[in-house]
């Protein structure tokens, strides 16, 4: 048998060709096994999985389980109220919780009140025996006098229809509308059988949802967060109970329901809120301070956002707790910016320096207090001291003495405003502030030996920077360190001497410092000030150094400031500023007042005063001009008393000038053709004499060096 082959394809190459063409060789890979299909119950289990597992199914669920429990909770709720209100079950839980507590008088006052309220249930209980036979007996007159009366009404109705058959009409229409009550009651019961267990449990589910009667996992996603949750008795309770006190957890556990008896009223105070807490028997103070940070998270708060101090009344703790996120929001800008008419009064005003963490107006009093700022670098420290610094300078009378350690121009605005103004951070910048305050101890000793009843001007000398001098190691002639804190160290000693004195006759030292240490902010140094204010710090003991040990413990916790973040807030201890009563320091949030601010604000106080020439270094002893001295200090002004040209002399080199008298000073004048005159009743040095008699005398190549 014989079989034809066909050929699909025609090989398009002629005969020769292909036999000469070079052989492709074809390498066939067979073809990779099939998957095996993915058996049915296991797609059906991954389909299952997903579904049970997607977020709208567990939301479903869990909101099905949620409004169960509502009801749940509500009858528990409801059955609560009912046993309390049929038995003593309240008193008895009021009289434990003030046994935990330690109230003794109240616990008893419980007891008398739960047994007042067993008396007269026994009572009443003892009226129920007779009460069926005075029942009985009632509804038996009752019912006489109704058909009585119905009878009397009915021939009152005969007589006056002439109807004999009118004397059982009310008795017959009472009849019908008890038939009538009948036949609608009859209609409406099975409805009420059905509808009354529905709103039976409507009612229980909306006692239940609205006291959240349900467990945490079941409520709503904010529920759950918590966040910005407003603060309640039980959510204070709770967190108190939760902070990990064993003492206090089996107090409010006895306490039950009556645990919110711990706590004061709950009061608005600014962005938050605050309330008392007085605490169990057992249960001390620090015991809280110490696990704010817990407590805060159990309040649904940052750690930053409750603050914890101690009240007069004893084992009582009172808890301020911010509005969620209030605390990061900038506070407005400073009055002395936006007030241009605003003037200051050292002796009776008060700086407005911020808001306290209730947002009412902190304003410090600056009237013979010393004062101390510390923090960690760039936290606003040199901020918050100019901007005390910009208000005072806004009373003419007051008089500067700046020395800045840094030197990156933060105060620039007071040249021609500060008598002296010293810029920079090396040794020599040390030595010149060092030299600056020590003349400022002269001027405090000439005022201290001045006649009784004498007024000085406010001299405010403040230092900058402060641990540059502290920590600096150069020595002067004699070997005498300026740094450091021992007897021999001149800048310290100086400071000293200045706390010691200085506030009696208005001479005061402000002082800025950062990341404070033993060595850097010395003991004695740092609790000589009135004043002592503290940004964000590191350590509890760095917290000491600054505010003190009294301040500490009674809640100032500027380590708990967070560094970056609560820039330009401060925790204050002074008698200048307002302070709650029970407590020993304030929380400020500062205003902030940048360069151009503090600009305008200094031309202002220029515009006040009669003109200041700025010295920007000290001069030596052997390097003084009486006749340019008096230029340089009389500056601007037309005319200047002779008594402050005087102060300002030995406030530019005390050594120089510190014991000139007024003849003196009326000898160079004399001598130069620029004598003083009186001009309204006082003796004035002119500013066009002196230097009419300096060009005289620079133009005659002389130049006078005497001492």
Known sequence: MSSNVVRLHKDPTPAPERETAPVTTLTVVPDQPAAPPVPLWVRSGRALKTAVTHENTRTAARGVARHSLYVAGGTRIVARRAWDGRTAARYERYMRTAEAAGNIEAAAEWEERGQR?????HRRRMDLLHSPVDAAKSVLVGTGMGVGGLVALGIVLAIANKDIADVITPIKAVIDFIALMITIVRVVWPYAITLGPLFALLGLWAVGQHQQAA???????????SEGEPITPSIVVKALRDIGVPALRNAIKEMGDSGASMLGPITIAGCGVEVDVTLPSGVSTNEVQQRRRKLAENLSRHEHEVFITIPQAARTVRLWVADSGALDEPIGPSPLVTDETLTADYAKGRAPWGQDLRGDAAALSLYQRHLLITGLS??????ALRSLALWLALDRSVQFLMGDLKGVGDWNMFDG???TLIQGPTDEHVIQVTEMVEGAVDEMNRRIQAPPGTVFPPLIVLVDEAQVAFMCPAKDAEKRPYGGSKANSRYFMAVRKIHNQGRAVNVLMWQGTQDPTNENLPKLVREGAHTRASLALG????ARMALGDKAVDGGAAPNLLRPGLDRGTLVVASDGIT????????TVRTHYIDDDGAENITDRAKALRDGVTTLHAIARDDEHDPLADIAAVVGDAPRVRTKDVLARLATRNANAYGGWSFIDLKRVLDAADAEPYKSDGVMVVARDRVTRALANRDGDGSASTAG
């Open 378 to 383: 760039n936290q606003g420290k040199t901020v």
């Open 579 to 586: 302070i709650p009563a029970g407590q020993s320091s304030i």
């Open 215 to 225: 467990p945490a996992w079941a409520l709503p996603a904010n529920v759950r967060s």
């Open 417 to 419: 405003l500060a008598t």
């Open 539 to 542: 350590t509890e003991s760095q």
């Open 117 to 121: 309220f067993r008396e007269a249930r």
